[in-house]
């Protein structure tokens, strides 16, 4: 079966923070994704990588940054947390051809204070 | 911008139940993927579809993509408590991002 871990089920932070989201995947797929999810909103894509250096903005890049050092890991980074970034964070992947058949790791509550 | 919308935003049934939920959009897809999230878990994928008029059936949930390919349904059979989730419709429409519709919330009562 296909694996993604993310590295806290829950995280919590105080505001001005440089905070650090990790996930791995064990499926050598290409693709990884960052999500985050909120009431109402549903998931919104924050940045993706179709390979290891590679990042695309998603739709709501701002605040937010990433890093692809390796192809099985995907990491989040906040600069500077502030409270609305409070929210579930979900790291995705798929295989390149199969963009829309993605894996989702268990996610991380943030919470800002 | 691809307007995307599924409904009812919130379903609650009793144990037996048959249901429907939709997935509409103003745009052409190039496959839809269904999927249910559990709380406190991530989404897993349900089912792919791609070819308009297709249906795929796993065990109680029949799902359907339109024949024009713009809106898609998810009909459970004798729903279970075990059914109970968001359930997420995702379309792609030919890049590398899926846009995720909001979801219905489905809360099966036994």
């Known amino acids: 079966d296909v694996k993604v871990t993310q590295s806290s089920r829950y995280l919590v932070k105080r505001t001005g923070e440089k905070v650090f989201l990790e996930c791995v995947q064990d499926m050598d797929h290409e693709n990884m994704f960052w999500y985050r999810q909120d009431p109402g909103l549903g998931l919104r894509l924050i940045y993706f990588s179709y390979d290891v250096k590679m990042k695309e903005k998603g739709d709501i890049p701002e605040g937010y940054s990433v890093s692809r050092e390796k192809k099985e890991r995907f990491s989040l980074i906040l600069e500077s947390a502030s409270t609305n970034q409070t929210s579930m964070y979900l790291c995705?992947?798929?295989?390149?051809?199969?963009?829309?058949?993605?894996?989702f790791g268990p996610g991380t509550r943030l919470t800002v204070t | 911008t691809q307007l995307l919308e599924q409904s009812p935003q919130f379903l609650s049934i009793q144990e037996g139940e048959n249901l429907t939920v939709y997935c509409n959009s103003s745009?052409?897809?190039?496959?839809l993927q269904w999927y249910r999230q559990e709380p406190g878990e991530g989404p897993v994928l349900l089912v792919t579809?791609?070819?308009?008029?297709e249906v795929k059936k796993l065990k109680r949930l029949t799902f359907q993509f339109g024949d024009a390919r713009k809106d898609s349904s998810l009909h459970i059979t004798a729903a279970q408590p075990g059914d109970t989730g968001l359930y997420l419709c995702a379309p792609r429409g030919g890049s590398e991002k899926l846009v995720f519709g909001k979801g219905t919330k489905l809360t099966v009562n036994p």
């Open positions: 579809v791609v070819t308009g008029g």
């Open positions: 745009s052409v897809f190039s496959s």
């Open positions: 995705a992947s798929s295989l390149v051809r199969h963009v829309g058949e993605q894996y």
